[in-house]
């Protein structure tokens, strides 16, 4: 199988050669004569003045009701007489008349216009506004950005891109999970701080329905169903954050909102497209360990300072029994293999004026960089149609996106784990025969991890239908409907052969955990929109409802004492099985919603939106609540001081808003008294167990949002300039609160009046520093500075979160113990002891706090167009702090391999240095000094980082309309390069219990007929 795959990845890799090579040899290909098109077609090419396509003009007979739209590869067909104009319009670039003058086929060629860049269409939910007239903060990514990615799930194509939005990735492992906050954490609960996903208009949930028990080896919170979700399938992301952009999402914006919205079939002639790249990913980061002399060095003076002589005979790594001239590097061995990456991608699209469809397929897979065969598979396909009848009164649009997830891992994070400690000099991991080497039992075969297996299968549905009728000038009506299904099917096995045979442990050991779920949910949303103009004001308003519900159901089961391995994975095989899980829970959602829209003289622009929601999550008299924003806009580049021309500023607009939004991220039946079956049995029969208390006051967390903004464009907009301050207050927190041990429970899930800030600035440059006929270079930048604090709390000191929480600090802080240094005369570690009672063990003594949350991120990218050739960098970097590679280190000393920065310990009395005297454990100064240590400020150090996130480079071979056929070639990279002074593995995740993200480089063909 192995020979197969090895073989295939050759084939790819010899046809993208061919691709590459092709250019180079100039051919002409004649396939019949070519038709004169009718006298009354005209046809032709846009393209902007670097010769690119266009996709999207408006192309309109002067004068007549006639017209067409540019394709995708900027082709256009009218009917039109000889003597006609055709007028040439497009958002960003200059309107241009042009005379056909009895010519059959034309080139047209449109001029940016710089100073209507800021027409930029967003899409803001249920109503889309231009960049220029948006009162609210929104954040945009486009499929051209998407794209140029090796990325497998959409959160990673936003990282760096986005001001305002943190996007942490868990893992490197394919498959896994990213993390997103969107400015700032505002719930106490580590669960309640998601953004609300919306694909293509429909909620989408992105919990998982994984088994904690069966997704151990994936980081994070399992299985996202983001991962389900093909970045080439998507068109935009938008990032909704202020009040003005939330608020008519209700309840589920307090977090914000990401808007995902797929591509579109575009009219024109019918349009074939066929990508296919493959790519190589390693580790981008090693830790520097000791050598095998470093290490035996290492272990003997440990020996010798805590007073053990002879080498006791169970030290097989120092006394002779292990070879001490072997030097393994076992994360290379055990992490360092190559992961590679296969991508295919067609498309069919094109259609009329009236009717316009697009079919896209996919196939994606990647391997791991474990021993084995390993690796995660997606194959997706979406399918998009949309009509308008002739007289424009009714428009559909239908949309199914459906993808099938595989997932195989090994137990990963124990790989990581023991490629770091095992000793350089330990066996080799396969005896003569080519089977696990167990060394006489004289240790543990890291390999036996790849006994134990994780096999996931998902599919994600997701369904849109929009319908709107124009009912009379300025009034339509729409609907729009969704359906989303998502399956999820876990088989986690630990077989008896994870043990060292000499044990004898047997198949009656052997575990398997089996988890499957499945979540569904539909959504109703009938609107009415009316638009009129009042003169100098424009009025717009929308009104709407909302009904969704949505199921989910799961059943996790865990067996054990099979009569063998080979029946593992069948559960009737099992002597023992015992429920994990048995979960069924439905979630309804009632709203009605509504926007007025001010727009007087183009320069003045009131936004007010409101929402009124209910959630079956809360209790019968707290289900409803209010929710709403006024956003404003002055655009003063308008007013009569700038229009005289001779001002270097273009663009002026200063903006604001406030408002509220909700949360109701705390899971199903939170409010209700709820039993559940234990282990307990009585008269043989199982029990119920209480575990929840009636709380008929459960109610909604509050977020209130204040934002002031500017943006300035200077020198007809080739500079922009855009500044952000936000203040975000997230009250009624929804916490556990404490109860007397009387009542048998340790809580009850309730709202506390705890208040949490997240305030900070938000800059953004875009800039053209280069324009030429054939030569163009962008740039833009963003920064983001947050803070985090907890403004109240009552009654902290009593409740749970005492030792973790601080009023005036933000919420992912540490409380650390304050280290002192080695004391130069004992060689152990010593804390400032804040509390004055002798003993380093207390939590009054952890006065010390850190911050983990950013100082400050962002990212700059460079984009660069030089004749037929594309450069594209983004840059990433973020300030911060982490928990460093002592948080989870052992004692050095110990039977355990160490980075090369413990050479520099105490080795003499009065040595100075920040690293204590070498110990097996034994000795309890030392083991106390170190486990205090792991939990001092001495684990916490810088984890900041500049990362060369993308590099793309493109360069397109031929043209359609040229040539008869379309060809680009590219190579792209991912994480190709990272700075810094991080002391572990990888800066972003801040473990080193997982692989870091890989480095990623991959080299790819577009074809187009």
Same mark, same amino acid.
Not at 637 to 652: D, I, K, V
Not at 668 to 691: A, I, R
Not at 987 to 992: A, F, I, M, Q
């Given at each position: 199988?192995?020979?197969?795959?090895?073989?295939?990845?050759?084939?790819?890799?010899?046809?993208?050669?061919?691709?590459?090579?092709?250019?180079?040899?100039?051919?002409?290909?004649?396939?019949?004569?070519?038709?004169?098109?009718?006298?009354?077609?005209?046809?032709?090419?846009?393209?902007?003045?670097?010769?690119?396509? =266009?996709?999207?003009?408006?192309?309109?007979?002067?004068?007549?009701?006639?017209?067409a739209i540019s394709a995708l590869d900027g082709s256009f067909s009218i009917?039109?007489?000889?003597?006609?104009?055709?007028?040439?319009?497009?958002?960003?670039?200059?309107?241009?008349?042009?005379?056909?003058?009895?010519?059959?086929?034309?080139?047209?060629?449109?001029?940016?216009?710089?100073?209507?860049?800021?027409?930029?269409?967003?899409?803001?939910?249920?109503?889309?506004?231009?960049?220029?007239?948006?009162?609210?903060?929104?954040?945009?990514?486009?499929?051209?950005?998407?794209?140029?990615?090796?990325?497998?799930?959409?959160?990673?194509?936003?990282?760096?891109?986005?001001?305002?939005?943190?996007?942490?990735?868990?893992?490197?492992?394919?498959?896994?999970?990213?993390?997103?906050?969107?400015?700032?954490?505002?719930?106490?609960? *580590?669960?309640?701080?998601?953004?609300?996903?919306?694909?293509?208009?429909?909620?989408?949930?992105?919990?998982?329905?994984?088994?904690?028990?069966?997704?151990?080896?994936?980081?994070?919170?399992?299985?996202?169903?983001?991962?389900?979700?093909?970045?080439?399938?998507?068109?935009?992301?938008?990032?909704?954050?202020?009040?003005?952009?939330?608020?008519?999402?209700?309840?589920?914006?307090?977090?914000?909102?990401?808007?995902?919205?797929? %591509?579109?079939?575009?009219?024109?002639?019918?349009?074939?497209?066929?990508?296919?790249?493959?790519?190589?990913?390693?580790?981008?980061?090693?830790?520097?360990?000791?050598?095998?002399?470093?290490?035996?060095?290492?272990?003997?003076?440990?020996?010798?300072?805590?007073?053990?002589?002879?080498?006791?005979?169970?030290?097989?790594?120092?006394?002779?029994?292990?070879?001490?001239?072997?030097?393994?590097?076992?994360?290379?061995?055990?992490?360092?293999?190559?992961?590679?990456?296969?991508?295919?991608?067609?498309?069919?699209?094109?259609?009329?004026?009236?009717?316009?469809? =697009?079919?896209?397929?996919?196939?994606?897979?990647?391997?791991?960089?474990?021993?084995?065969?390993?690796?995660?598979?997606?194959?997706?396909?979406?399918?998009?149609?949309?009509?308008?009848?002739?007289?424009?009164?009714?428009?559909?649009?239908?949309?199914?996106?459906?993808?099938?997830?595989?997932?195989?891992?090994?137990?990963?994070?124990?790989?990581?784990?023991?490629?770091?400690?095992?000793?350089?000099?330990?066996?080799?991991?396969?005896?003569?025969?080519?089977?696990?080497?167990?060394?006489?039992?004289?240790?543990?075969?890291?390999?036996?991890?790849?006994?134990?297996?994780?096999?996931?299968?998902?599919?994600?549905?997701?369904?849109?239908?929009?319908?709107?009728?124009?009912?009379?000038?300025?009034?339509?009506?729409?609907?729009?409907?969704?359906?989303?299904?998502?399956?999820?099917?876990?088989?986690?096995?630990?077989?008896?052969?994870?043990?060292?045979?000499?044990?004898?442990?047997?198949?009656?050991?052997?575990?398997?955990?089996?988890?499957?779920?499945?979540?569904?949910?539909?959504?109703?949303?009938?609107?009415?929109?009316? %638009?009129?103009?009042?003169?100098?004001?424009?009025?717009?308003?929308?009104?709407?409802?909302?009904?969704?519900?949505?199921?989910?159901?799961?059943?996790?089961?865990?067996?054990?004492?099979?009569?063998?391995?080979?029946?593992?994975?069948?559960?009737?095989?099992?002597?023992?099985?015992?429920?994990?899980?048995?979960?069924?829970?439905?979630?309804?959602?009632?709203?009605?919603?509504?926007?007025?829209?001010?727009?007087?003289?183009?320069?003045?622009?009131?936004?007010?939106?409101?929402?009124?929601?209910?959630?079956?999550?809360?209790?019968?008299?707290?289900?409803?609540?209010?929710?709403?924003?006024?956003?404003?806009?002055?655009?003063?580049?308008?007013?009569?001081?700038?229009?005289?021309?001779?001002?270097?500023?273009?663009?002026? %607009?200063?903006?604001?808003?406030?408002?509220?939004?909700?949360?109701?991220?705390?899971?199903?039946?939170?409010?209700?008294?709820?039993?559940?079956?234990?282990?307990?049995?009585?008269?043989?029969?199982?029990?119920?167990?209480?575990?929840?208390?009636?709380?008929?006051?459960?109610?909604?967390? *509050?977020?209130?949002?204040?934002?002031?903004?500017?943006?300035?464009?200077?020198?007809?907009?080739?500079?922009?300039?855009?500044?952000?301050?936000?203040?975000?207050?997230?009250?009624?927190?929804?916490?556990?609160?404490?109860?007397?041990?009387?009542?048998?429970?340790?809580?009850?899930?309730?709202?506390?009046?705890?208040?949490?800030?997240? %305030?900070? =600035?938000?800059?953004?440059?875009?800039?053209?520093?280069?324009?030429?006929?054939?030569?163009?270079?962008?740039?833009?930048?963003?920064?983001?500075?947050?803070?985090?604090?907890?403004?109240?709390?009552?009654?902290?000191?009593?409740?749970?979160?005492?030792?973790?929480?601080?009023?005036?600090?933000?919420?992912?802080?540490?409380?650390?113990?304050?280290?002192?240094?080695?004391?130069?005369?004992?060689?152990?570690?010593?804390?400032?002891?804040?509390?004055?009672?002798?003993?380093?063990?207390?939590?009054?003594?952890?006065?010390?706090?850190?911050?983990?949350?950013?100082?400050?991120?962002?990212?700059?990218?460079?984009?660069?167009?030089?004749?037929?050739?594309?450069?594209?960098?983004?840059?990433?970097?973020?300030?911060?702090?982490?928990?460093?590679?002592?948080?989870?280190?052992?004692?050095?000393?110990?039977?355990?391999?160490?980075?090369?920065?413990?050479?520099?310990?105490?080795?003499?009395?009065?040595?100075?240095?920040?690293?204590?005297?070498?110990?097996?454990?034994?000795?309890?100064?030392?083991l106390i000094g170190h486990f205090n240590y792991q939990q001092s400020d001495?684990?916490?150090?810088?984890?900041?980082?500049?990362?060369?996130?993308?590099?793309?480079?493109?360069?397109?071979?031929?043209?359609?309309?040229?040539?008869?056929?379309?060809?680009?070639?590219?190579?792209?990279?991912?994480?190709?390069?990272?700075?810094?002074?991080?002391?572990?593995?990888?800066?972003?995740?801040?473990?080193?219990?997982?692989?870091?993200?890989?480095?990623?480089?991959?080299?790819?063909?577009?074809?187009?007929?």
């Open positions: 199988m192995q020979r197969i795959t090895i073989r295939m990845r050759r084939g790819i890799l010899l046809v993208l050669l061919y691709v590459f090579l092709t250019p180079l040899f100039s051919f002409n290909v004649q396939a019949g004569t070519v038709l004169e098109p009718p006298q009354s077609t005209i046809a032709g090419i846009v393209t902007d003045r670097s010769g690119n396509p =266009l996709a999207g003009v408006n192309i309109v007979v002067e004068s007549k009701n006639v017209g009917n039109a007489g000889p003597s006609d104009v055709l007028v040439f319009s497009m958002v960003g670039y200059k309107t241009l008349s042009l005379p056909i003058g009895g010519r059959e086929e034309l080139f047209v060629a449109l001029e940016e216009d710089i100073t209507v860049l800021g027409e930029v269409v967003l899409n803001a939910g249920y109503y889309t506004v231009s960049e220029r007239e948006r009162t609210g903060s929104i954040e945009k990514v486009s499929a051209a950005d998407i794209e140029k990615q090796p990325v497998s799930n959409p959160l990673a194509a936003i990282q760096g891109r986005v001001s305002g939005a943190s996007v942490v990735q868990t893992s490197g492992l394919p498959g896994t999970n990213f993390s997103i906050q969107i400015r700032g954490q505002n719930s106490i609960r *580590s669960g309640g701080n998601d953004p609300l996903y919306v694909i293509d208009g429909v909620p989408f949930s992105s919990s998982s329905l994984g088994e904690q028990q069966a997704s151990i080896p994936i980081p994070g919170q399992g299985v996202s169903p983001l991962n389900n979700i093909n970045p080439n399938d998507i068109e935009s992301i938008e990032i909704l954050k202020d009040a003005d952009a939330t608020a008519i999402y209700g309840s589920r914006g307090a977090n914000g909102v990401v808007l995902i919205t797929t %591509k579109k079939g575009r009219s024109g002639d019918t349009q074939v497209t066929f990508d296919v790249s493959t790519g190589m990913g390693s580790v981008s980061n090693y830790l520097n360990l000791l050598s095998t002399e470093e290490y035996l060095e290492m272990r003997r003076e440990a020996y010798v300072n805590d007073g053990i002589e002879p080498i006791p005979s169970n030290a097989y790594d120092v006394n002779g029994t292990w070879n001490q001239e072997r030097n393994t590097n076992w994360q290379r061995e055990l992490f360092g293999n190559t992961s590679y990456m296969t991508n295919v991608q067609g498309s069919v699209s094109g259609g009329s004026e009236q009717t316009q469809f =697009l079919l896209n397929g996919s196939y994606f897979s990647q391997t791991d960089v474990f021993p084995g065969d390993f690796g995660n598979t997606k194959v997706s396909g979406l399918a998009n149609l949309n009509h308008r009848s002739e007289n424009g009164r009714l428009s559909l649009n239908l949309s199914t996106n459906f993808i099938s997830e595989k997932n195989d891992l090994p137990n990963g994070s124990s790989l990581v784990v023991e490629a770091l400690l095992l000793p350089p000099n330990a066996p080799s991991l396969y005896d003569e025969d080519g089977e696990l080497n167990w060394e006489d039992s004289t240790w543990n075969n890291p390999l036996r991890h790849l006994e134990s297996e994780y096999h996931s299968s998902a599919t994600t549905l997701i369904s849109n239908a929009g319908l709107t009728y124009h009912i009379m000038d300025g009034l339509d009506f729409r609907t729009n409907l969704g359906y989303t299904e998502n399956h999820l099917s876990e088989l986690r096995t630990v077989p008896s052969t994870i043990y060292d045979p000499a044990f004898g442990v047997g198949s009656e050991f052997s575990l398997a955990i089996h988890n499957s779920g499945k979540r569904s949910s539909w959504i109703v949303e009938p609107q009415l929109q009316w %638009k009129h103009q009042f003169g100098n004001l424009k009025l717009d308003i929308l009104t709407g409802l909302s009904f969704q519900e949505q199921r989910s159901s799961r059943v996790s089961q865990r067996a054990t004492g099979f009569s063998s391995n080979s029946l593992i994975e069948s559960l009737s095989a099992a002597s023992d099985v015992a429920i994990l899980a048995d979960v069924e829970q439905q979630y309804r959602y009632h709203a009605v919603f509504g926007r007025l829209n001010l727009n007087y003289k183009d320069r003045y622009f009131l936004n007010l939106t409101g929402r009124r929601d209910g959630s079956s999550r809360f209790g019968p008299e707290k289900r409803f609540a209010n929710f709403g924003a006024i956003g404003a806009a002055w655009l003063f580049s308008e007013e009569e001081l700038f229009e005289n021309g001779q001002s270097f500023l273009s663009f002026g %607009k200063l903006r604001g808003s406030y408002g509220t939004s909700g949360n109701d991220q705390i899971g199903d039946y939170q409010y209700l008294d709820t039993y559940s079956f234990g282990g307990t049995q009585y008269q043989n029969n199982p029990v119920l167990l209480p575990t929840r208390l009636f709380n008929p006051n459960f109610s909604w967390e *509050s977020n209130k949002k204040l934002e002031f903004g500017l943006e300035l464009g200077f020198w007809n907009d080739r500079i922009m300039l855009s500044g952000n301050y936000y203040r975000n207050r997230s009250s009624n927190q929804l916490v556990g609160i404490p109860l007397p041990g009387t009542t048998g429970f340790s809580s009850i899930n309730g709202n506390l009046k705890a208040t949490v800030e997240n %305030k900070g =600035l938000e800059f953004e440059w875009q800039s053209v520093n280069a324009k030429g006929r054939d030569f163009r270079w962008t740039t833009s930048f963003n920064l983001t500075i947050p803070k985090n604090r907890l403004v109240s709390f009552p009654n902290l000191e009593g409740s749970t979160f005492a030792n973790s929480l601080v009023i005036g600090e933000p919420l992912n802080i540490l409380k650390l113990y304050r280290n002192l240094g080695v004391d130069p005369e004992t060689g152990i570690h010593e804390f400032e002891d804040f509390n004055g009672d002798g003993v380093i063990a207390s939590n009054d003594d952890r006065e010390v706090i850190r911050n983990l949350d950013p100082e400050y991120y962002g990212g700059l990218n460079n984009s660069i167009m030089a004749g037929k050739f594309t450069f594209d960098v983004l840059f990433q970097f973020s300030k911060q702090l982490g928990w460093n590679y002592w948080r989870d280190a052992s004692i050095p000393g110990s039977r355990n391999n160490q980075p090369r920065e413990v050479l520099n310990r105490w080795q003499h009395i009065g040595d100075v240095t920040d690293v204590q005297r070498f110990s097996i454990g034994q000795s309890i100064d030392p001495g684990a916490v150090s810088d984890a900041s980082f500049i990362r060369l996130k993308t590099l793309s480079v493109s360069y397109e071979v031929s043209n359609v309309k040229q040539k008869g056929i379309g060809c680009q070639v590219f190579l792209r990279g991912q994480n190709l390069w990272t700075w810094t002074d991080y002391l572990g593995l990888d800066p972003e995740t801040r473990s080193n219990q997982t692989v870091p993200p890989l480095r990623m480089v991959s080299i790819g063909t577009q074809l187009t007929f």
